[in-house]
C-alpha cells in the first residue's frame, strides 16, 4: 500500500485545515489508519486513528475536541480535519496504516508511511 498525505499549508491561529490520506495498491478496508505529526527537534506525537471497517476513532490528548479524524471508502481517502490549530500545532503530519484495523497510539504497529505534509500555523 502506498500512502499519499496532503492539504498542509500556512495557516493563521485560529483556522482550520484538512489533511488527506490517500492509499493505493490496495484498499483501506480491514486497515487502521492514523496520523502522527512531528515537530523541529520533537518526537513523533499520536494524533488520531480511525478502524475502517467499524469506524471507532481515537484521539490524542492535545488534538482532542479541536480534530476530526473521518475515512471515505468511495474515495479510500482517510481526512483529517484540524480546527482551533495553534502554532503549537506547526508540524510535518504522517498518515499511516495498519492492516487489521483496530486503533493504536504507537507508531510501530503501523507498517505503512505516508511522505508527510507540513503544517505551519503562524501567530
Known amino acids: 500500500v502506498q500512502l499519499q498525505a496532503s492539504g498542509g499549508g500556512l495557516v493563521q491561529a485560529g483556522g482550520s485545515l484538512r489533511l488527506s490520506c490517500a492509499a493505493s495498491g490496495r484498499t483501506f478496508v480491514n486497515h487502521g489508519v492514523a496520523w502522527f505529526r512531528q515537530a523541529p527537534g520533537k518526537e513523533r506525537e499520536f494524533v488520531a486513528s480511525i478502524s475502517w471497517n467499524v469506524g471507532e476513532t481515537l484521539y490524542g490528548h492535545s488534538v482532542k475536541g479541536r480534530f476530526t479524524i473521518s475515512r471515505d471508502s468511495a474515495k479510500n481517502t482517510a481526512y483529517l480535519q484540524m480546527s482551533s490549530l495553534t502554532p503549537e500545532d506547526t508540524a510535518v503530519y504522517y498518515c499511516?496504516?495498519?492492516?487489521?484495523?483496530?486503533?493504536?497510539?504507537?507508531?510501530?504497529?503501523?507498517?505503512?508511511w505516508g511522505q508527510g505534509t507540513l503544517v505551519t500555523v503562524s501567530s
Open positions: 499511516a496504516g495498519r492492516y487489521g484495523g483496530g486503533v493504536y497510539t504507537t507508531a510501530s504497529v503501523y507498517t505503512y
